[in-house]
């Protein structure tokens, strides 16, 4: 969407290695998000940033590690990729406590 | 622990009203509602969220009761590109520590 742009859009990548996922917005807007989204489990929360060098742990952070060293990029690394981590990741943003989120277009990541 | 309880799936026809149900009983004061949907392999829309009153923009209305325990999101006039999952989502601070999305309503918009 308009605003959120995240790289690459899909990777495939081998059991143990790094990755790291950009998220990338031109709102200006506080609020940042990590989600995975995978069958039988819907959109869960990964890490999260209420502004920069600001992060906190979501829903199923184990495994994973952020960085927002600047406004507009939050990145998401997979320490040592495992096969349970294929999923398709998504990140959204959001400008204010009460508003609503906009997500971008997901990055579809396979551990083989 | 679900804090929203919507049906796994509904059919609509095209060009009629599709209404969506949520119950939230256990809302609290300072809790929003908050609607979004996603299509197929896309990152989900936020499409409308409310506190007390009911709220109406350019995608939807969202219709919350007095008592606060359900809402109906309203689509006025479905087209096929409605076809999606409905996520109700209830949440306090506006979800500034991440919304909580559950399984949601799939739409079938019917030709």
């Known amino acids: 969407d308009a605003g959120i742009t995240q790289s690459p859009r899909h990777k495939v990548t081998e059991t143990g290695t790094p990755v790291t996922l950009r998220c990338h917005q031109t709102?200006?807007?506080?609020?940042m998000y990590w989600y995975r989204q995978d069958p039988g489990h819907g959109l869960r929360l990964i890490h999260y940033?209420?502004?920069?060098?600001?992060?906190d742990k979501g829903e199923v952070s184990d495994g994973y590690s952020v960085s927002r060293s600047k406004t507009e990029d939050f990145l998401l690394t997979l320490e040592s990729a495992t096969s349970s981590q294929t999923s398709v990741y998504f990140c959204?943003?959001?400008?204010?406590?009460?508003?609503?989120?906009?997500f971008g277009s997901g990055t579809r990541l396979t551990v083989v | 622990d679900a804090k929203t309880t919507q049906p796994p799936s509904m059919d609509c026809a095209e060009g009629r009203a599709a209404n969506l149900p949520c119950n939230h009983s256990?809302?609290?004061?300072?809790?929003?509602v908050y609607w979004y949907r996603q299509i197929h392999s896309q990152g989900p829309q936020y499409i409308i969220h409310?506190?007390?009153n009911n709220e109406t923009n350019e995608m939807a209305s969202l219709i919350i009761t007095e008592d606060r325990k359900s809402s109906t999101l309203i689509l006025p006039h479905a087209t096929l590109r409605d076809t999606a999952v409905y996520y109700c989502?209830?949440?306090?601070?506006?979800?500034?520590?991440?919304?909580?999305f559950g399984k949601g309503t799939h739409l079938i918009i019917q030709p």
């Open positions: 959204a943003i959001s400008a204010d406590r009460a508003g609503g989120y906009t």
């Open positions: 709102e200006n807007h506080r609020y």
């Open positions: 940033s209420y502004g920069v060098k600001d992060t």
């Open positions: 256990t809302i609290s004061g300072n809790e929003y």
């Open positions: 409310g506190l007390k």
């Open positions: 989502i209830v949440q306090s601070g506006g979800g500034a520590d991440g919304l909580t």
